[in-house]
């Protein structure tokens, strides 16, 4: 079954950012969670890289896998979803997920 992928060349990423403002309009998530962020490896070292990153739509997520409420789960075309409602914010998912994608308002407990 054939996986949905964002391809990022690292070769030709400015660090404009347009990829997280793009993602943040079209599903129109709201201020102080991103679904995607520009990450610089190398920071400061000749041939540094950015790379934008975001939920990698894992088969065997680990975020799925750590949630204490299954709050994350499946779908048949295999991407990955998150159900808010039902989210107690633990955290767990935050630190399971190898690509540092969920991601948390600033304010509250996890400010």
């Known amino acids: 079954m054939a996986r949905m ?33 520009v990450v610089t490896i190398d920071d400061g070292i000749p041939g540094e ?10 088969s065997d997520a680990p975020c799925q896998a750590v949630c204490p ?21 633990c955290g767990y998912c935050f630190y399971a997920c190898p690509f540092g994608a969920p991601q948390y308002p600033q304010e509250g407990a996890f400010g």
């Not at 950015?50 to 894992?58: D, E, G, L, R, T």
């Open 69 to 89: 409420v299954d709050c994350f789960y499946t779908t048949d075309d295999g991407v990955v979803l998150h159900d808010k409602d039902i989210c107690i914010g």
């Open 49 to 58: 890289k950015s790379i934008s990153v975001a939920c990698m739509h894992c």
């Open 5 to 37: 992928k964002f391809l990022c060349d690292a070769e030709r990423c400015i660090e404009c950012n347009a990829c997280v403002t793009a993602c943040k309009n079209e599903h129109e998530v709201p201020w102080g969670i991103n679904r995607r962020r």
